[in-house]
T-cell receptor, first 113, second 115 residues
Framework: AAGVIQSPRHLIKEKRETATLKCYPI?????VYWYQQGPGQDPQFLIS???????DKGSIPDRFSAQQFSDYHSELNMSSLELGDSALYFC????????????FGPGTRLTVT | AQSVTQLGSHVSVSEGALVLLRCNYS??????LFWYVQYPNQGLQLLLK??????LVKGINGFEAEFKKSETSFHLTKPSAHMSDAAEYFC?????????????FGQGTELSVKP
């Protein structure tokens, strides 16, 4: 079965640089969520999209932005990167007519040096 | 507001022993409850979920959990631990889609299984 695809899997950036993370949800899924998991921490919700519209916003820094495109893939754009942005970034997708399950991608590990 | 508390950041059991991972939640609306497992350097895999209906839910790999509204708990159990169960386990709560549907995670419990 198709799963959530995230790219790249690993990304190394320097401080003040910009990063773009991509997420391709499971086909027919209409909702995408982004989470950030710092070292040894639980995942924290950043932002979500339903049918290409932002549906909810969590603790996402103003330096970050995201959008969902017409093909339902989503991108998380991170600017002016800081050391503290080093984390595992997960994308999850779900289907609003489904059973509220969110299926997670393998994550993108971002290291800021 | 919703929150999740997992009692015990680290649980160690012997192979073949009972696994019990505790989760308590706080929610002002009927909660949807989930357990996820995370192996090192991997994503989160759904073990089981409770949305409505039967309060005892069975998941993959022999795990089950019981939703107890009176105790606001959703503890995860497995009768007999296997070495391959060693991982990080997260309990999570979410509301309805019209409330965002985002998952609020507990702090996680690392399960170690001794031979």
């Amino acid at each position: 079965a198709a799963g959530v695809i995230q790219s790249p899997r690993h990304l190394i950036k320097e401080k003040r640089e910009t990063a773009t993370l991509k997420c391709y949800p499971i086909p027919r899924h209409d909702t995408v969520y982004w989470y950030q998991q710092g070292p040894g921490q639980d995942p924290q919700f950043l932002i979500s999209f339903y049918e290409k519209m932002q549906s909810d916003k969590g603790s996402i820094p103003d330096r970050f932005s995201a959008q969902q495109f017409s093909d339902y893939h989503s991108e998380l754009n991170m600017s002016s990167l800081e050391l503290g942005d080093s984390a595992l970034y997960f994308c999850a997708s779900s289907w609003i007519q489904g059973s509220y399950e969110q299926y997670f991608g393998p994550g993108t590990r971002l290291t800021v040096t | 507001a919703q929150s999740v508390t997992q009692l015990g950041s680290h649980v160690s059991v012997s192979e073949g022993a009972l696994v019990l991972l505790r989760c308590n939640y706080s929610s002002s609306v009927p909660p949807y409850l989930f357990w996820y497992v995370q192996y090192p350097n991997q994503g989160l895999q759904l073990l089981l979920k409770y949305t409505t209906g039967a309060t005892l839910v069975k998941g993959i790999n022999g795990f089950e959990a019981e939703f107890k509204k009176s105790e606001t708990s959703f503890h995860l159990t497995k009768p007999s631990a296997h070495m391959s169960d060693a991982a990080e386990y997260f309990c999570a709560v979410s509301g309805l889609y019209n409330q965002g549907g985002k998952l609020i995670f507990g702090q996680g419990t690392e399960l170690s299984v001794k031979p």
